[in-house]
């Protein structure tokens, strides 16, 4: 009978165990397997940390080392080993039934897994060989081993990752190295970098789009923007055919364009704005700034910039640039080479004018939502005034985009028109997103949001004017996590709305499945931001 207690409480223990170490490999790799970052969100949610499973195995454990004499070798090991399966057969809190973006069986993932879980069964096996199971202490010190296991696997998550580090950096490094040699082979390969804290992506695309009338084109897809994405992209993707390579250039950390830039150096680059987007690893605007303007130095020498005027940090930093500047604007600035104006909206989309460097004027229709866009679309124009496309020939490119998506994409779901914004995480995107949402008539208009992340000490003051500006543009505010919009909520009752259209949900999932019944015909919905499943509520 104790061998059977034993099976199910290892059983239970190792299920529990693997459950939990999946879930940090998952919260690890979210975290871009960076130590700081996982750190940090592990010092955010103190409640992972310690279970009252783990409070209540070790309660067991002491109970039952202090009654062996009391009940004897059997009955003591037996009862605790009893209770053990009791604590240890739930393991909610690490089950994610729909996760957002679910955990990745990379290589990289695969290793680390490995590593981590012969880690976690090293703690059992100890407890196990200091103590003799047929001794009744021996099976405590076999069950403390599994909560030692259990309790350090944020730990032993941690520790594989530094063992595997050395073996991680030098593939990263071949990686790069493979991928410099290639573009060494391609002399003829016009580099395009992008960089911002927002509208970066759509850019690109647009960029590739309108150089596409006239060259072969490689973009970087989505949200490519890290050294090893940049990496896997020409590595992969790169063929002799290509003229024109378009690289979307992210930061988090001081250095980050730097990194990129000695991968791949562009020959032209683009800056759209800056804004205060990871704050909490940057520190400052002023520092985000510093590190965005890194692309500007790195072109090559005599190779021109596209800068957003109407953005005084980004035209700022045309001291830094090496090779003709070209400005865009959408506000009227008339040092600007390209400016648009007469922006309006409606049915098929937005239409403006644009004036180029030469004075030539014309006018252009995107399917493209917001005065944002018209910004990149500028922007891009500038890239191809700079290969000698004329305004007019553009005009026909710009007319076949398509919303990125997931970027005010604008949908049709039955009678439902929704506007999916959901990869947007920044104040100025955001206050386009609802004054859009706004101007639509045919129906109620709901915001689903959790709000904004990594903005630092301006997080929860960036929330509150959020809250403050939507309510005046929405009938229904579905918030998506009640601690973390606490913000957007002072701020909507700041501004008077209404208190009986606030809803609050704990996941996305559960706000999906209230829409699905509250929802009528000529309703319009907006999903601002959907952050990753680190985010999520308890």
Same mark, same amino acid.
């Given at each position: 009978?104790?061998?059977?207690?034993?099976?199910?409480?290892?059983?239970?223990?190792?299920?529990?165990?693997?459950?939990?170490?999946?879930?940090?490999?998952?919260?690890?790799?979210?975290?871009?397997?960076?130590?700081?970052?996982?750190?940090?969100?592990?010092?955010?949610?103190?409640?992972?940390?310690? #279970? +009252?499973?783990?409070?209540?195995? =070790? /309660? &067991?454990?002491? !109970?039952?080392?202090?009654?062996?004499? %009391? @009940? $004897?070798?059997?009955?003591?090991?037996?009862?605790?080993?009893?209770?053990?399966?009791?604590?240890?057969?739930?393991?909610?809190?690490?089950?994610?039934?729909?996760?957002?973006?679910?955990?990745?069986?990379?290589?990289?993932? #695969? +290793?680390?897994?490995?590593?981590? =879980? /012969? &880690?976690?069964? !090293?703690?059992?096996?100890?407890?196990? %060989? @200091? $103590?003799?199971?047929?001794?009744?202490?021996?099976?405590?010190?076999?069950?403390?081993?599994?909560?030692?296991?259990?309790?350090?696997?944020?730990?032993?998550?941690?520790?594989?990752?530094?063992?595997?580090?050395?073996?991680? #950096?030098?593939?990263?490094?071949?990686?790069?190295?493979?991928?410099?040699?290639?573009?060494?082979?391609?002399?003829? @390969?016009?580099?395009?970098?992008?960089?911002?804290?927002?509208?970066?992506?759509?850019?690109?695309?647009?960029?590739?789009?309108?150089?596409?009338?006239?060259?072969?084109?490689?973009?970087?897809?989505?949200?490519?923007?890290?050294?090893?994405?940049?990496?896997?992209?020409?590595?992969?993707?790169?063929?002799?055919?290509?003229?024109?390579?378009?690289?979307?250039?992210?930061?988090?950390?001081?250095?980050?364009?730097?990194?990129?830039?000695?991968?791949?150096?562009?020959?032209?680059?683009?800056?759209?704005?800056?804004?205060?987007?990871?704050?909490?690893?940057?520190?400052?605007?002023?520092?985000?700034?510093?590190?965005?303007?890194?692309?500007?130095?790195?072109?090559?020498?005599?190779?021109?910039?596209?800068?957003?005027?109407?953005?005084?940090?980004?035209?700022?930093?045309?001291?830094?640039?090496?090779?003709?500047?070209?400005?865009?604007?959408?506000?009227?600035?008339?040092?600007?080479?390209?400016?648009?104006?007469?922006?309006?909206?409606?049915?098929?989309?937005?239409?403006?004018?644009?004036?180029?460097?030469?004075?030539?004027?014309?006018?252009?229709?995107?399917?493209?939502?917001?005065?944002?866009?018209?910004?990149?679309?500028?922007?891009?124009?500038?890239?191809?005034?700079?290969?000698?496309?004329?305004?007019?020939?553009?005009?026909?490119?710009?007319?076949?985009?398509?919303?990125?998506?997931?970027?005010?994409?604008?949908?049709?779901?039955?009678?439902?028109?929704?506007?999916?914004?959901?990869?947007?995480?920044?104040?100025?995107?955001?206050?386009?997103?609802?004054?859009?949402?706004?101007?639509?008539?045919?129906?109620?208009?709901?915001?689903?949001?959790?709000?904004?992340?990594?903005?630092?000490?301006?997080?929860?003051?960036?929330?509150?004017?959020?809250?403050?500006?939507?309510?005046?543009?929405?009938?229904?505010?579905?918030?998506?996590?009640?601690?973390?919009?606490?913000?957007?909520?002072?701020?909507?009752?700041?501004?008077?709305?209404?208190?009986?259209?606030?809803?609050?949900?704990?996941?996305?999932?559960?706000?999906?499945?209230?829409?699905?019944?509250?929802?009528?015909?000529?309703?319009?919905?907006?999903?601002?931001?959907?952050?990753?499943?680190?985010?999520?509520?308890?």
């Amino acid at each position: 009978m104790l061998w059977l207690f034993a099976l199910l409480a290892t059983l239970f223990a190792g299920w529990r165990a693997a459950r939990r170490l999946l879930f940090f490999l998952h919260l690890f790799q979210l975290e871009g397997y960076k130590p700081a970052r996982f750190v940090h969100w592990l010092r955010t949610h103190p409640d992972v940390l310690l #279970r +009252r499973s783990h409070l209540a195995g =070790a /309660l &067991l454990l002491t !109970a039952g080392a202090l009654t062996v004499p %009391l @009940l $004897g070798p059997f009955w003591a090991p037996g009862l605790v080993l009893l209770g053990w399966c009791v604590a240890f057969a739930s393991s909610r809190r690490y089950r994610r039934d729909r996760p957002k973006k679910p955990l990745a069986f990379t290589p990289r993932m #695969r +290793r680390l897994l490995s590593v981590a =879980a /012969l &880690l976690t069964l !090293a703690a059992p096996v100890a407890g196990g %060989l @200091l $103590g003799r199971t047929e001794d009744a202490l021996g099976w405590l010190y076999y069950l403390g081993g599994w909560l030692v296991a259990d309790l350090g696997t944020p730990l032993w998550v941690l520790l594989a990752g530094w063992l595997l580090w050395p073996v991680e #950096r030098a593939i990263q490094e071949g990686f790069k190295r493979r991928a410099r040699r290639k573009l060494a082979a391609h002399p003829d @390969l016009t580099v395009i970098g992008i960089t911002g804290s927002y509208g970066k992506t759509s850019t690109k695309f647009i960029i590739a789009e309108i150089l596409s009338l006239r060259y072969q084109v490689l973009a970087t897809p989505g949200s490519y923007n890290t050294p090893m994405g940049i990496c896997k992209v020409i590595n992969e993707q790169l063929r002799p055919e290509h003229q024109v390579l378009v690289l979307e250039m992210g930061i988090r950390h001081p250095g980050d364009i730097r990194e990129l830039c000695a991968i791949a150096r562009p020959d032209i680059g683009v800056v759209t704005a800056v804004g205060p987007m990871h704050l909490e690893t940057m520190g400052s605007i002023e520092a985000i700034a510093r590190e965005k303007s890194e692309l500007v130095a790195c072109t090559r020498p005599g190779g021109p910039v596209v800068l957003n005027a109407d953005d005084p940090r980004v035209a700022a930093m045309a001291e830094r640039a090496r090779g003709p500047v070209w400005r865009v604007s959408v506000e009227g600035n008339p040092e600007a080479e390209l400016i648009a104006r007469d922006i309006t909206y409606g049915p098929e989309g937005t239409r403006f004018v644009v004036r180029d460097e030469t004075g030539i004027e014309q006018v252009f229709q995107t399917r493209l939502l917001g005065r944002h866009n018209v910004l990149n679309i500028l922007l891009a124009l500038a890239v191809g005034r700079i290969f000698g496309l004329r305004l007019r020939q553009m005009a026909h490119a710009v007319a076949r985009l398509r919303p990125v998506e997931h970027r005010l994409q604008l949908r049709r779901e039955g009678s439902i028109t929704v506007i999916d914004d959901a990869f947007n995480s920044n104040p100025v995107g955001a206050r386009n997103a609802l004054e859009i949402l706004g101007q639509f008539q045919t129906g109620r208009r709901i915001v689903v949001t959790p709000g904004m992340v990594e903005l630092g000490a301006r997080e929860a003051e960036e929330n509150r004017a959020l809250g403050r500006f939507m309510a005046q543009h929405v009938d229904l505010a579905v918030l998506i996590g009640p601690r973390r919009t606490l913000p957007i909520q002072e701020g909507l009752r700041e501004a008077g709305f209404p208190e009986d259209r606030i809803r609050v949900f704990r996941s996305l999932f559960e706000a999906q499945d209230f829409l699905k019944t509250y929802l009528q015909p000529g309703d319009v919905v907006l999903y601002e931001n959907d952050l990753p499943d680190q985010y999520d509520e308890p």
